[in-house]
């Protein structure tokens, strides 16, 4: 059975410009085998989310997350859509991830605090990525039921779910999902970076 961690990355992904392989490596596979991961393990992930950089060091990050087996696991799955559920129900841990617009420090608006909690999400991908577990971001759930749901306050902004697993095997996948189940390419440099005046 082909396990996503057996896939050859150099197969989908070139750098065109020399850089360390985990940047490559760090992908989204969805077969999970829905064997728990440690406490530790979930920790160290969080521990690497900590040290992001944010404006003014605010760290306007916020995860909240259901371990599954708990009596929360059920509040969190059933925020995913559909499509979101039919392989997160082999996960281990479901993240949300939300960030206070508000600076603390001082009384005005932090409109950097998605950027900042996406930085955060990165070092957790990254450093899951280390540890060989699968980290998933994903849009496709229901923000609104979210906030109400996990008493997140208004002063927050709802901005993604993660689901965080063991590698499972890609067969065990349904056939719609499994047809995805590879390492995305990236556009090239030249179409998103432009020097003196923005191109689009």
Same mark, same amino acid.
């Given at each position: 059975? %082909?396990?996503?961690? *057996?896939? +050859? #990355? ?7 410009? /020399? ?15 829905? &064997? ?7 920790? !160290? ?20 997350? !259901?371990?599954? &087996? %708990?009596?929360?696991? &059920?509040? $969190?799955? =059933?925020?995913?859509?559909?499509? =979101? ?7 281990? #841990?479901?993240?949300?991830? !939300? ?7 001082? +009384?005005? +608006?932090?409109? %950097? ?9 990165? =070092?957790?991908?990254?450093?899951? %990525? ?11 759930? *229901? ?25 499972? =095997?890609?067969?065990?996948?349904? /056939?719609?999902?499994?047809?995805? &189940? ?12 432009? /020097?003196?005046? $923005?191109?689009?």
């Amino acid at each position: 059975m %082909t396990n996503p961690k *057996d896939i +050859d #990355v150099g197969k989908y992904r070139k750098a065109t410009v /020399e850089i360390d392989g985990l940047f490559l490596r760090r992908w989204s596979p969805r077969a999970m085998s829905g &064997e728990s991961i440690s406490e530790k393990e979930l920790m !160290a992930l969080f521990e690497a989310a900590r040290w992001a950089p944010s404006s003014i060091n605010e760290q306007p990050w916020r995860f909240i997350y !259901a371990k599954r &087996e %708990t009596k929360y696991w &059920e509040t $969190f799955y =059933n925020l995913l859509s559909d499509g =979101n559920k039919i392989w997160c129900k082999n996960a281990a #841990v479901l993240v949300v991830i !939300a960030s206070k617009k508000r600076f603390t420090s001082r +009384d005005s +608006d932090n409109r %950097t605090h998605s950027f900042s909690a996406g930085s955060a999400f990165e =070092n957790l991908a990254l450093q899951g %990525t280390i540890m060989g577990l699968i980290v998933h971001g994903m849009g496709g759930f *229901d923000e609104d039921r979210a906030q109400k749901e996990l008493s997140i306050p208004d002063g927050y902004f709802v901005n993604a779910m993660v689901a965080i697993g063991r590698q499972g =095997n890609i067969e065990d996948l349904d /056939e719609k999902t499994r047809s995805r &189940e590879f390492p995305s390419d990236r556009k090239p440099i030249n179409e998103t970076v432009s /020097e003196g005046i $923005f191109k689009g």
